[in-house]
């Protein structure tokens, strides 16, 4: 994406709804209040955690998110940003991960590592809320341009997510298919595996 077209789809999603996966999740969330947004994007969804009382941190590859976040935020100090990607940034121990349509962009040979960084950060009992892109979504067909988003796009199909969480008690697991149009115009056939899992006081295991 162009740096204009990124600072659009920012601006048309500064002020997006939260999702209900994301009310679900910090439910189910134990003191202490921290959570780390995982490719933070315009900042909505730290605007709702602070909301309830959490301290955030946030991070992402791009510079208009770390700009249009720090000049958002600039006045709370519940707020920590960083231009990071998923395998630079440095976790903090955390009680939530949240990392919706952005873990898919990891390079898959750095998954593994970024996701034992992901396991590790988290406090027994912290829960993870996210999502990971499917078999069947337009961005995973053979014709599909990577360059029009980013060139690294991880595909799993279900067993694959539901291994990702061996060492996790799901708590809500829930497959999206639909069929429409980007905020361009383009058809497209979304295909989303949602996963709020809650991390079991068991070793990592590979």
Known sequence: MTTEEIKTYYNDTKLSETRP??????ELVNEPKIAVDCGCGSGSDINYLVSQGFTVHGYDIEDESI???KERFKNN??????????????????????ADASLFYCPESEF??????????????GVFCGSFLGTD??????????????????????KQVKNIFKNYE???????????KTSQG?????????????????????
């Open 21 to 26: 996966d994301l009310l679900k999740a910090i």
């Open 67 to 69: 700009s249009m976040c």
């Open 77 to 98: 100090n519940k707020v920590i940003l960083s231009k990071d990607s998923f395998s630079t940034f440095n976790y903090p121990r955390t009680s939530l991960i949240l």
């Open 112 to 125: 593994g590592f970024v996701w034992q960084k992901i396991h590790e950060s988290l406090y027994t009992e």
């Open 137 to 158: 979504d337009t961005m995973a067909k053979p014709g599909f341009s990577k360059q029009n988003l980013w060139k690294n796009i991880m595909i799993f199909n279900e």
């Open 170 to 180: 799901i708590c809500i697991f829930t497959e999206h298919k639909l069929s429409g």
């Open 186 to 206: 383009t058809p497209h056939d979304w295909h989303i595996f949602s996963v709020i899992a809650r991390k079991e006081g068991i070793p990592f295991k590979n």
